[in-house]
């Protein structure tokens, strides 16, 4: 069976280098280790060619580690493409984001210049869940259920919180909890999916809480309130938005005094916000589905059902995820549209690494911040 051929044109690719320099429109990006091999961080200069001024931008994510040198290449006016060298395939693509809606809004908050890295994810993963409703309904506990029927399937995002500890949480487990200036930091240094004030705290999603489970092959659960809900339908992360309704307001009332951690006080706070949390449940174009949690167990084989798991649906990844697991290290050599040539490196043979290989960028899907879900890898064994 032979496969069609495929022409790749060459493009510039800065290759093998300690620092690349790559040309989108009128500025060059610099990316690389700094001249002082001590010092373990990546620098980003941007040099403006019209001005023949050079910016150094804040530079948000989790960088990557860029040991030895890296190849680089545009994907668009929004992004570059920059393979690490001496690193397996799925550890070594990494993206950094120039242009994306992301960085926009983080330069119009930042009032500079901003990039942010993003790592390459070979194949999509499945759409994280996120639950919400007001306090007491029972998200913790349908999402505690399904956690312990389907522990290879699903994982929770752990949230942090600024709230004290319930007798029997345990930090790093149900929340991360922390304190107020340290959240405050994290968030402004773009480390946050989002955030809210809830019932007089600080509660927020980091982007590692969702990517960690993701990255697992898992699919996350968010528990959060429905302005959390909000921000993430704003976000880039593709998700499965439910509501969850008490059957009652008299009945929610007494499940939050039953649950017995509240004080008075807060539990009328909690049932205040309630109010205004079931008058949003029906915003046009938040929740993709109301679920009632009359009878618990009803309404987790409804929970079950709209999550399809009666079907016996398998991920297709796999297809694309055999030749990422490659140990073998690429480097990036030419571009066609959207898919991008690499080659193995030079001894690399002794790691299986015969083929060139096509890495197609055409359905990148929503991940995070921080993660760039959906890249598609082929062999390709002549062309
Ligand atoms: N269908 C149900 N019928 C009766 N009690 C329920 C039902 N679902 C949950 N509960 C109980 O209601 C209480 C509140 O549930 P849970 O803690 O899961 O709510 P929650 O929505 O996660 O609240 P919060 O937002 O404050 O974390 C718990 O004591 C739980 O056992
Ligand atoms: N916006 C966010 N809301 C969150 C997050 N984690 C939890 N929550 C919501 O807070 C309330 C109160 O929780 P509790 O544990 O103090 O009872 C509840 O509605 C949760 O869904 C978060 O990361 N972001």
């Not at 029972?138 to 929770?156: E, N």
């Amino acid at each position: 069976m032979g496969e069609e051929a495929v022409e790749f044109s060459v493009e510039k690719v800065a290759r093998d280098c300690k620092q690349s320099a790559v040309d989108v429109g009128d500025r060059t990006y610099v990316i690389g280790r700094s001249d002082d091999d001590s010092k373990s961080s990546i620098i980003v200069k941007i040099l403006d060619k019209l001005t023949q001024t050079w910016a150094v931008p804040t530079v948000l994510g989790t960088q990557p580690t860029l040991t030895k040198s890296q190849s680089a290449i545009p994907v668009n006016d929004e992004k570059i493409l920059i393979i690490e060298k001496g690193v397996p395939l799925n550890e070594s693509i990494w993206f950094l984001e120039i242009d994306t809606p992301f960085v926009k809004q983080q330069r119009k908050i930042k009032g500079t210049e901003v990039v942010s890295w993003s790592k390459g994810i070979i194949g999509v993963g499945q759409k994280p869940v996120v639950i919400s409703g007001p306090s007491g309904v029972g998200k913790g506990t349908l999402s505690a259920k399904l956690m312990k029927d389907y522990p290879s399937k699903f994982g929770f995002s752990v949230s942090h919180t600024t709230r004290s500890p319930r007798e029997k949480e345990i930090d790093g487990v149900h929340y991360h909890f922390t304190e107020r200036s340290k959240i405050e930091k994290d968030i402004s240094e773009g480390k946050f999916l989002e955030f809210a004030h809830v019932h007089g705290n600080v509660y927020g999603t980091s982007i590692e809480a969702v990517e960690s489970v993701t990255d697992e092959g898992k699919r996350c659960i968010l528990d959060i309130d429905v302005q959390g809900a909000r921000s993430v339908r704003a976000s880039s992360l593709e998700a499965i938005f439910i509501f969850v309704c008490p059957p009652s307001f008299k009945e929610l009332e007494k499940r939050l005094r039953a649950r017995g951690t509240e004080t008075e006080e807060q539990i009328q706070k909690r049932l205040r916000n309630a109010r205004a949390e079931l008058d949003q449940s029906n915003s046009p174009g938040l929740f993709d589905h109301l679920l009632v949690n009359d009878d618990l167990e009803t309404c987790y084989e409804n929970l079950k059902k709209l999550l399809s798991l009666d079907d016996d649906h398998e991920d297709s990844d796999d297809l694309f995820i055999k030749d990422g697991k490659q140990s073998a290290s690429y480097c990036i050599v030419s571009k066609h549209d959207s898919e991008f040539l690499l080659q193995p490196e030079t001894n690399e043979a002794k790691n299986g690494a015969t083929s060139l290989l096509a890495l197609d960028l055409s359905s990148l899907s929503g991940g995070a911040p921080g993660r760039t879900r959906g890249l598609k890898i082929r062999s390709i064994n002549s062309f």
